[in-house]
């Protein structure tokens, strides 16, 4: 039985890479680009209408910046995977897009080797996880040793200052969640068993 063929959102704001990309992926068999996008707001707007299973993702585009967007749609879409493909190799980058939920990271200018064993990687992968019910430890150890850590919020991914312990932000983050109305300092203090002024900061660094 012939696998069903892997749907891909591009999301580039320049046309001629975007174009590239779409040759680059129509080369493949098992693939086929069923989206394009140049904007963020162009790519939400997408994703009411098609269900992609890959995003091919940049960082800098005109109305946002493909990290942010990586945290959105992970957030509202959990079964979409991402690959960034951008410019930018600073540490900091590479790490968001990681903690993101980013199943990888291709560097422009776009080697086409790197480009064609990152999406059989992905194909592979991707079958691993629909042909088995149950997966062998082996199969594991290399799912885990690519695949990366859970997505995690856009302020955990960052470096906390000093004042803010990753687990009170935690704690207060899913405190918000929880909660059917808006909540204030006084009230998410007692719910986390923490005082006003600590509960405020907490607030305040989540705003800002």
Do not use: C
Not at 30 to 41: C, L, R
Not at 65 to 76: A, E, S, T, V, W
Not at 153 to 169: C, Y
């Amino acid at each position: 039985m012939t696998n069903p063929s892997i749907g891909v959102l591009i999301v580039e704001d320049d046309p001629v890479a975007s174009s590239v990309y779409e040759q680059l992926i129509q080369n493949r068999q098992d693939f086929t680009v069923i989206g394009k996008a140049q904007t963020a707001s162009e790519t939400i707007q997408l994703l009411n209408v098609i269900t992609p299973d890959l995003i091919l993702l940049d960082v800098h585009l005109p109305d946002a910046n493909g990290i942010d967007l990586l945290f959105q749609i992970k957030h509202n879409h959990r079964h979409i995977d991402i690959i960034m493909i951008t410019a930018s190799n600073d540490a900091k980058t590479v790490r968001d897009a990681m903690r993101g939920g980013a199943y990888s990271y291709l560097l422009k200018p776009i080697m086409v080797e790197s480009f064609f064993s990152t999406f059989e990687e992905y194909s592979q992968t991707r079958h691993t996880w629909q042909a088995n019910a149950h997966i062998k430890q082996d199969q594991i150890q290399r799912l885990f040793q690519k695949s990366p850590p859970a997505a995690e919020t856009k302020h955990e991914a960052e470096a906390l200052p000093k004042g803010i312990d990753k687990h009170t932000l935690r704690k207060v983050t899913q405190a918000m969640k929880a909660a059917s109305t808006s909540l204030n300092a006084e009230e998410v203090g007692m719910q986390i068993g923490a005082s006003h002024s600590t509960a405020r900061r907490y607030l305040e660094y989540l705003v800002y």
